[in-house]
């Protein structure tokens, strides 16, 4: 889920020159690193996206620059964003793709996509916002085909006692300001509950705050 930023009026850049992009408008981080022809998706992104094929759901648009990070060849993207702005935003770069893309007005708790339509689900810095993860997380299980993937990268509690309790401490001042964000939220916890296996798991920090990056299947 994403919130608008204040301050953002215009659309993003082109394609042939699409700046650093954002993942979601409440978390800006960067799609890629670089510039210019030296431009390319940051190591997160290419492994969320790697290997990719098919129909693909992406949940939350940020600012519509992650679509040119995504493999050629798939048959479609969706992405679904409650956030009329956001939809808008993320028209341009998703004219300036080879793959068919559908931008949709959805609720996160209850997504507008048909049952086992989808390949792979993404959630990139979402599962730590939504109000019920364990309901995003059943919605994502029933778009997904079977054998399909849930592909994550998100806030997840630490492993440090002292350090999950200083970032549960922090949660409600932090999620005022950082559009609903939990960090001290177990996420691959989470995941395991909503019934799915993981295949892959990655932990990561980003500005000292605990992350992981992987992939689960439904069991």
């Known amino acids: 889920m994403a919130v608008r ?7 993003p850049h082109t394609r042939s020159s699409p700046g650093c992009g954002m993942e979601q408008f409440h978390h800006p981080r960067p799609v890629y690193t670089g510039r210019g022809c030296e431009s390319r998706p940051t190591p997160q992104r290419e492994q969320l996206l790697s290997g990719l094929t098919g129909r ?11 679509l040119t990070c995504f ?4 048959d479609e993207i969706i992405l679904v964003e409650p956030d009329p702005f956001l ?8 004219s300036e793709i080879s793959t068919p893309v559908r931008i949709l007005d959805g609720d996160l708790m209850r997504l507008p996509v048909e049952d086992a339509s989808c390949d792979a689900v993404i959630c990139s810095l979402v599962l730590c916002c939504v109000p019920r993860p364990e309901t995003t997380l059943s919605e994502v299980k029933r778009v997904l085909r079977p054998g399909g993937e849930l592909r994550f990268y998100e806030h997840q509690r630490s492993d440090n006692a002292v350090v999950a309790l200083v970032e549960a401490m922090a949660t409600p ?3 005022r300001a950082c559009g609903g964000c939990h960090p001290a939220r177990d996420t691959v916890a989470a995941i395991e ?5 993981i295949e892959r798991l990655d932990h990561l920090s980003f500005d000292h705050v605990s992350h992981v990056l992987g992939v689960a299947r439904p069991l």
């Open 71 to 74: 493999p050629e060849g798939l």
């Open 56 to 66: 693909v759901l992406e949940i939350g648009a940020g600012d519509g620059i992650k």
């Open 5 to 11: 930023a204040p301050g953002h009026s215009e659309p």
């Open 193 to 197: 509950r909503a019934g799915f296996g």
């Open 87 to 94: 939809r808008t935003v993320a028209e341009l770069p998703a």
């Open 173 to 175: 001042l932090w999620a």
